[in-house]
């Protein structure tokens, strides 16, 4: 699902040679193994494999279970990878694994490179503008273990001429209705230095007044200034787009008659930041609850309607304003390499058994267990009456069906012209493509469009 992208001739034959490369490579290393078929070829990659399914088989256990399952879980996990290594240095196969491993890995490189120059990347129209005369600015003192205070953000906006508005950490307060009085006050532009929830409520003001945002990286994760090409290290770059800044026109979520800019999460998740402990203990909160959450009795799934294709009995599905760039950069910490190509990417994970765990670790995104789609609508439902969710990592309970919709371009969000910019991850390897192009195929898509 989801637009069909189409690229030039250019691209294509700046591509060429990588392809050749790849199928070169991933040739080398098939001759490779049939020359070793007698000198254990055929072990270094069978063990290879066998690892690789005992320790996804051990992972599941350690999650799902407790106890002694756990336990013995924790162990197959760690003692697999080590057992393969083991076996190859034993049968003295450690050369061969080392020359397959080789050629693969120059294989996926070539792949990828190919497959970037395919498609080269489109660059964000930006407008240059001038500075804004009376921008507001929300700032959240305890964001992010407190960087509001240790990069002096404060004294650096109102060195710029900004008004800024400080929270108080001992009073919560509804920063869009802050917001929204700021407008009337004659406030120009909108401002945050806070984590990604926060962002997008005084976001969504903005848009509703057409007024710029500006993005002050003063969070924990701030996947979504790292997304708008942001330096994550130094939040008080980003303040230069006071006097120095051009703006980009981005996209905004909705779930519910709420923004989101970065995600919104249905199920096991969006269970486990629920809980109060959750804050002070991710990791132990999330091991504590995972097995009742997978397994336990009564455990509610979920069902979506994308687009109208039906996706039934998922365990989590994860809804995000524009698509990240695969599913395994998602799980290293996501990149989303476009912000304003007005579609919903949608995540949908079914994951009931160890077997199903082990296909998941060996065949990726194709899997029966993961489902990868884009969208212009998602609609989700339980037999529930109300559900948990998570917008941008923040905890609520929303009533079903909750709809997740896309507004196009709704955001203008004010930027400095001097940022580090998006690290582009390496795209999915399909090898059906990389032979396209290393023949020089032209492959058409379904709606008719060529492909080269």
């Known amino acids: 699902m989801g637009r069909t992208r189409t690229t030039g001739p250019e691209g294509s034959g700046a591509a060429r040679l990588p392809a050749r490369l790849a199928v070169l490579a991933a040739v080398g290393s098939v001759v490779v193994l049939v020359l070793q078929l007698g000198e254990g070829g055929l072990v270094v990659v069978g063990a290879g494999l066998l690892g690789l399914v005992v320790c996804a088989v051990g992972v599941w256990w350690f999650v799902a279970h407790r106890g002694v399952v756990r336990l013995i879980g924790a162990l197959l996990a760690v003692a697999a990878p080590v057992g393969v290594l083991v076996l190859l240095a034993y049968d003295g196969l450690w050369v061969t ?24 990347e489109r660059s964000r129209p930006a407008i240059v503008v001038p500075p804004p005369d009376r921008p507001v ?50 406030a120009d532009l909108l401002g945050v ?4 929830g926060t962002q997008a409520l005084v976001a969504a003001v903005a848009a509703e007044h057409d007024l710029p945002f500006l993005v002050v990286c003063a969070g924990t994760r701030n996947h979504f200034a790292m997304d708008l090409g942001l330096d994550r290290s130094d939040p008080s770059r980003c303040l230069d787009a006071l006097t120095d800044g051009e703006e980009l026109r981005v996209d905004l979520g909705d779930v519910a008659g709420r923004a989101f800019v970065n995600t919104v999460s249905f199920g096991v998740y969006a269970d ?19 097995p009742d959450l997978l397994l336990g009795e009564g455990v509610g799934r979920l069902d ?50 160890a077997t199903q765990a082990a296909d998941l670790a060996v065949r990726g995104s194709q899997s029966t267990g993961l489902t990868v789609m884009t969208a212009q609508r998602v609609e989700v439902t339980t037999d ?5 969710v998570a917008v941008d990592g923040e905890a609520l309970r929303m009533p079903t069906p909750v709809v997740c919709t896309l507004r196009p371009g709704a955001l203008r969000v ?12 390496p795209p999915s390897v399909n090898w059906r493509r990389i032979i396209d192009l290393a023949v020089g195929r032209t492959a058409r898509s379904a709606d008719g469009r060529t492909r080269t």
């Open 97 to 120: 694994a080392l020359v397959l491993f080789l050629c693969w890995s120059a294989a996926l490189a070539c792949a990828r490179a190919a497959l970037r120059r395919s498609r080269p």
């Open 137 to 186: 600015l929300i700032m959240n003192p305890r964001s992010g273990g407190g960087k509001v205070g240790r990069f002096g953000l404060v004294e650096r906006a109102e060195e710029l001429g900004a008004r800024v508005i400080l929270l108080d950490p001992s009073a919560p307060a509804d920063v869009a209705a802050l917001s929204r009085q700021a407008v009337a006050d004659g």
């Open 193 to 196: 230095a806070g984590g990604d």
């Open 272 to 290: 486990v930041v629920q809980r109060p402990e959750y804050r002070d203990d991710k990791a132990g909160t999330a091991l504590t609850l995972m």
């Open 304 to 353: 979506a309607q994308v687009d109208g294709t039906a996706l039934s009995s998922q365990q989590a599905l994860l809804v995000s304003n524009n698509p990240y760039a695969s599913p395994d950069d998602l799980r290293r910490g996501g990149c989303r390499p476009r912000l304003d190509d007005g579609e919903l990417g949608v995540l949908g994970i079914r994951v009931e058994d």
């Open 384 to 388: 529930r009456d109300e559900i948990p």
């Open 414 to 425: 004010l930027v400095p012209r001097d940022r580090p910019g998006v690290v582009v991850p």
